[in-house]
């Protein structure tokens, strides 16, 4: 059951923006009755109908934040007391405080103002803790779809709070993903919201290889496929049947719920930009290699342009900081970066400490693309003082960066004191040809993927299209699955094979998107 949309009632984003607010509203209501009616099953002993219910509070208050529920609960207790803000006398809600009843006349002023402003008081209830109990006991006596809603939304409102490592661990260890092309597709469309935001809680929390992997199954497609798959807007066919149409569109999360698109291509184009500059710095290189097609891809076209403007929406500004970051410019490279009016979206003043940590980490790649592309080729050695002044970065961290390179073989070079000493060396013709061959290679076993594809009804969970993945590819929708069938259980498996291959244990489950060992 959804607030949005009800079986009698049409779509809540369909209806007008004060009607919208009205019965937005009344979620506060229809959460204090589901607590009552969850306490009166459990007292009689009907727990299958009382962890039902408890799908209901939870599934209300799972998306919200710590400070966004604080705020409702204290709007629903004024109510309660004092009724609608718009209905109380005017007089009730001006800034006078109360007048004593000595000081009190009704001739100088108005007597609905003696009390002042109306206040109220209520205990905030903690939606953690709260929600902790409702799927405790959910998990002991709902059934199996109860039990997956509920685990869903408790691991998205973990990664919601910056509790990223106890959402993930919650996910992985409860191998929902194993099943999850088996399930009604409003939970595959939950499946995808917990993804995006276990991907901006990584995000958040300066994790950017696990942001990458988290966002990569949810945004590497067109911008309408990423509403649809998040069931924020629906695809027009000329040939979809009505009555499908209309079943989508009950299924759209109303707009209080919603996960910015903006902001999630953001975050993925930002963590690809970091991921890739080296990559490309590195050329046809040892090392060097693919981690981001969908980026690559981007990116190789807007070099192909031959006029380039000043950057209009959120990819092209990636673009632009990624080719300043290129050229050696990394001060240009923030301002396009930084400067984006989307990470005020972010919750808690988050936005602030994601700049801070986008700085450091714009900084740290801008030093690797240095010294993999101009490095050798430019440079017998550099001193630590003129990386310093050039990058604007204390010599312990200089320090670090570069030992790393050179412990990883990125890197050809030794320290001598405060010295670099850079090593010339080129890559072999045999090491060239093998390089070739790969990539080659890598496009033969991707094209075959796709022939048997169709041969497989397009539904090829897991298996060796989720490996294609580590190197950036994305497979295409199929029509058949466009115009009809499930799209949001191809979504969620390719996303659930992307997270589980590079964050989940366990053995060889290919034919369920399962990694082969895990990383952490």
Not at 159 to 175: C, N, P, V, W
Not at 457 to 473: A, L, P, S, V
Request: charged residues 25%; hydrophobic residues 35%.
């Amino acid at each position: 059951m959804w607030l949005a949309c009800t079986d009698t009632h049409p779509p809540l984003t369909t209806i007008s923006h004060q009607d919208y607010l009205v019965r937005l509203a009344d979620e506060a209501s229809l959460i204090e009755l589901s607590g009552l009616i969850f306490a009166y099953y459990s007292r009689t002993g009907d727990h299958s109908a009382a962890s039902s219910v408890a799908l209901v509070h939870v599934e209300h208050i799972y998306y919200k934040h710590d400070t966004m529920s604080t705020a409702v609960q204290k709007a629903h207790a004024f109510n309660k007391k004092w009724g609608r803000l718009a209905d109380i006398h005017p007089s009730c809600t001006s800034k006078m405080v109360k007048v004593p009843e000595s000081e009190r006349d009704a001739s100088k002023t108005h007597p609905a103002a003696f009390f002042g402003y109306p206040q109220v008081e209520f205990t905030a209830v903690n939606s953690a803790d709260k929600l902790h109990e409702l799927c405790q006991f959910i998990y002991k006596h709902g059934d199996e779809r109860t039990k997956s809603r509920a685990l869903l939304c408790c691991v998205f409102h973990h990664a919601l709070h910056d509790r990223f490592y106890k959402a993930r661990d919650l996910f992985l260890i409860s191998h929902i993903q194993d099943v999850v092309d088996k399930v009604d597709t409003t939970t595959q469309i939950l499946y995808n919201r917990v993804l995006a935001a276990l991907g901006l809680s990584a995000f958040r929390a300066g994790l950017i290889h696990k942001a990458h992997d988290c966002l990569s199954g949810i945004c590497s497609g067109r911008p309408l496929q990423v509403k649809e798959l998040l069931a924020q807007g629906q695809a027009r066919w000329p040939d979809k049947d009505p009555e499908q149409e209309r079943i989508e569109r009950r299924r759209q999360m109303p707009y209080h719920m919603h996960v910015n698109p903006d902001l999630l291509d953001c975050c993925f184009l930002t963590c690809a930009m970091l991921l890739e500059m080296p990559q490309i710095a590195k050329g046809n290189g040892p090392g060097a290699g693919t981690i981001s097609k969908t980026f690559r891809k981007f990116f190789q076209g807007y070099n192909r342009q031959v006029f380039t403007g000043p950057p209009e929406n959120t990819r092209e500004r990636v673009m632009a900081a990624s080719k300043a970051l290129l050229e050696g410019d990394w001060k240009e490279g923030c301002n396009h970066i930084l400067g984006m009016d989307v990470w005020s979206l972010l919750p808690n003043e988050g936005g602030e400490k994601v700049k801070a940590m986008l700085y450091d980490r714009i900084k740290d790649e801008a030093v690797r693309v240095h010294l993999l592309k101009d490095g050798a080729s430019a440079y017998s050695s550099i001193s630590l003082e003129h990386l310093c002044e050039a990058f604007d970065m204390n010599a312990v961290t200089i320090r670090r960066i570069v030992s790393k390179m050179i412990f990883n073989r990125e890197l050809s070079a030794a320290w001598d004191d405060d010295t670099l000493v850079l090593q010339k060396v080129e890559s072999t013709p045999l090491q060239q040809l093998s390089v070739r061959v790969s990539e080659k290679v890598a496009m033969l076993v991707e094209s075959n993927e796709r022939l048997l594809d169709p041969l497989n009804g397009g539904h090829m969970f897991g298996g060796r299209d989720e490996w294609q993945d580590n190197r950036g590819g994305r497979r295409n929708w199929q029509d058949d699955n466009r115009r009809g069938g499930n799209r949001f259980s191809k979504s969620g498996a390719s996303g659930r094979g992307d997270y589980q291959r590079h964050h989940g244990g366990g053995g060889d489950r290919r034919h369920h998107g399962g990694g082969r060992g895990g990383n952490y």
